[in-house]
């Protein structure tokens, strides 16, 4: 690009968007990128400030802003996003469904790290709704090498740094278990949580029992709701060390591997996440998620109603961020719980 005076550019091709902006009025671009300026425009573009203007030269080493933003728009767009058109030199992603929102953190990082470029996120691990804005990308100067793009390109990979993995409709067992619900001395207040929780998602509760502490027909319960074909079960209560609390030793004799009995989260530090053979979750949520506003359970529900893999590794990542400050007004998931990077 060539800087130009503006009286002495009518004729020439603005190379970048003119924005004017009118507090409480506007913020858009009275010229874009590709605009032969005409002699009725100087007095426009001075009133914008703009004394100077760059007109376009071809470069075949260079991208301008907006095909460089292009670049960085389909190393994010995956399936189930949408995109803006280049305004400006920056491209938002929308998201098309409802679902959970992944990115591949270590290639973002890799990528705003070769500079003159940012892909600026919403937080991975979280359920985003169909309309939300997921990220916006833009290349910094108005100019940019291509084999800087190409760069990025190669830093990417072959398949996009950003996924939306979709809700799929469950049908979930409960088993609510502990000597004081069973034998009605206090009111079961833990179900209608677990309830309400699912039917955020789409979910449904299509078993449930109440049981007291005996392992064995807690292991068979959770089996009866598999084999009546329950996509996950859980199970509420006796999920601490007391010796009374059963339930992490009947989730075990189910059969079903055990990712992790524990979490580096507060509140839900005890829970406890497993799979059967057919890949089935079978988890022990602990006290916590029948009382606190947000807990270990609104972090890892909508991995497990995606069937995205709870792993260890996931689960150890979560203790940067996994402390709830349980503020006076909930404001989850527009906080820091659940977000460390």
Known sequence: ????????????????????????????????K?????????????????????????????????????????ICLNEHMSATEPKEGKIELIAQADGLFLIDLEKLRAINGLGEMMIATRASGFLVHKGDKLCGVRVVPL????????????????????????????????????????????????TPVIEDKLHELGCEMTAHVTLNDDHVKITQAIND????????????GGM?????????????????????????????????????????PVCGLPGCVMYAKRTIF????????????????????LGHGGLCLNCPVCHFPNCGFGKGV
């Open 1 to 32: 690009m060539k800087l130009m005076k503006t009286e002495e550019a009518v004729g020439q091709v603005l190379c970048h968007d003119i924005t004017q902006i009118i507090r409480g009025v506007t913020k858009d671009a009275v010229f874009r």
């Open 34 to 74: 590709g605009h032969v300026i005409r002699p009725e425009d100087v007095p426009v573009l001075l009133s914008v400030g703009k004394d100077h203007v760059y007109i376009w030269e071809n470069d075949e080493t260079k991208l301008h802003e907006n095909e460089a933003a292009e670049v960085l728009r389909d």
């Open 143 to 190: 100019v940019i090498e291509k084999a800087k793009m190409e760069a990025a390109r190669r830093t990417a990979g072959e398949t996009p740094i950003m996924r939306i993995v979709p809700l799929k409709a469950k049908n979930c067992g409960v088993v609510t278990t502990g000597n004081e619900v069973y034998y009605g001395r206090i009111e079961d207040t833990f």
């Open 225 to 236: 709701m598999l084999a009546q074909g329950c996509d996950m079960v859980f199970c509420s």
């Open 240 to 280: 601490s060390v007391d010796p009374d609390d059963k339930t992490p030793l009947a989730i075990k004799n189910t059969g079903a591997r055990i990712v992790s009995y524990g979490a580096p989260v507060l509140p839900g530090a005890m829970f406890l996440v497993s799979y059967t053979a057919d890949g089935r």
């Open 298 to 317: 609104d972090l890892l529900l909508p991995y497990l109603v995606t069937d995205t893999p709870v792993t260890a590794e996931l689960l150890a990542g």
